[in-house]
């Protein structure tokens, strides 16, 4: 059973990366040799088709349900906490400078802060 890394109690994203993982690991037995190669690349697919998806104005919830599941079969495969690392990575992003949103909508941190 998979404890992943933690100086704390379980949060609600802890535990539905649990199950999830627990779910892959009996669905998919052949990521526990390949680790996360399967459901990263798998990722990128469903990554398109939620943009697919966007731009022609259909409902991306399922979509974006499958990236969900994807990200947290990574983290439980690499045996990390999804939860402590977003919340360390938005402590960093909290404190960044960004740049104004491209022709996407797409605002990059300043690298001069690295």
């Known amino acids: 059973m998979k404890t992943y890394k933690r100086e704390r109690d379980w949060?609600?994203?802890?535990?539905?990366?649990?199950?999830?993982?627990?779910w892959g690991d009996r669905t998919f037995p052949s990521h526990?040799?390949?680790?996360?190669?399967?459901?990263?690349?798998?990722l990128r697919e469903e990554v398109e088709e939620l943009i697919e998806r966007f731009e022609v104005g259909e409902d991306i919830s399922a979509e974006a349900a499958d990236c969900g599941i994807l990200l947290l079969m990574v983290a439980h495969l690499a045996d990390f906490s999804l939860d402590d690392a977003i919340q360390e990575k938005h402590r960093i992003?909290?404190?960044?400078?960004?740049?104004?949103?491209?022709?996407n909508g797409i605002c990059h941190h300043r690298h001069e802060e690295e």
Not at 32 to 42: A, D, E, I, L, N
């Open 11 to 22: 949060t609600d994203l802890d535990h539905l990366q649990f199950l999830v993982g627990c």
């Open 32 to 42: 526990k040799q390949s680790g996360v190669r399967g459901p990263v690349y798998h």
């Open 93 to 103: 992003n909290e404190n960044r400078t960004w740049g104004p949103p491209d022709e």
